[in-house]
């Protein structure tokens, strides 16, 4: 257990819906990423926010936005969803950057 | 886009024997990590080894860093059958103060019992 909860744990919808993904960091980490595990593109970076503050950006479609709040915790907000994005989303925590990033263990979206 | 290559991209041994495991990234870093999955499942952390480090041990595994070849290994000693799973190594490149890793497409370790 890497101390980084997400949920849910899987999320069913249709396609053109908007749905919203949680995230807690390990207890005194500062910095939360989300990504993105597909098939075909693998592993990819999507967002990065630090004590509330978004620090960097990957390959995040415009129709996905995130937020950290005052606690902490993150969430993910997918939009207009297609079926592309049927993918596991992870969030990882880490206490500042350029340092270990524990995984959560992830939220499986399926789009219909 | 993936900067580090994971290489053989599958990998089976008998259980007992090492395993290793290669990556070769393409742009400087600050570190490197590797993370093992189990099927569809979390990553789990393994070790954290940073530009200025040359090889580091943690338990069964061992870790090197090549910064002038921009390449890593990851050994694993004694190999197990709960070893089995994909093994993904993770460039943390020099952003500033940002972070983001950039993974390979992993390589997949089978360990025969």
């Known amino acids: 257990d890497s101390g980084v909860t997400q949920t849910p744990k899987h999320l069913i919808t249709a396609t053109g819906q908007r749905v919203t993904l949680r995230c807690s960091p390990r207890?005194?980490?500062?910095?939360v990423y989300w990504y993105q595990q597909s098939l075909d593109q693998g592993l990819q970076f999507l967002i990065q926010y630090y004590n509330g503050e978004e620090r960097a950006k990957g390959n995040i479609l415009e129709r996905f936005s995130a937020q950290q709040f005052p606690d902490l915790h993150s969430e993910l907000n997918l939009s207009s969803l297609e079926l592309g994005d049927s993918a596991l989303y992870f969030c990882a925590s880490s206490v500042a950057s350029y340092n270990e990033q524990f995984f959560g263990p992830g939220t499986r979206l399926t789009v219909l | 886009s993936q900067q580090g290559e994971e290489d053989p991209q599958a990998l089976s041994i008998q259980e007992g024997e090492n395993a290793t495991m290669n990556c070769s990234y393409k742009t400087s870093i600050n570190n490197l990590q590797w993370y093992r999955q189990n099927s569809g499942r979390g990553l789990v952390h393994l070790i954290l080894i940073r530009s200025n480090e040359r090889e580091k041990h943690s338990g069964r595994l061992r870790v090197t860093l090549d910064t002038s070849k921009k390449s890593s290994s990851l050994l694993i000693t004694a190999s197990r059958a709960a070893d089995t799973a994909s093994y993904f190594c993770a460039t943390d490149a020099l952003l500033g103060a940002n972070s983001k890793l950039t993974f390979g497409k992993g390589i997949t370790l089978s360990v025969r019992p």
């Open positions: 207890s005194g980490d500062l910095s």
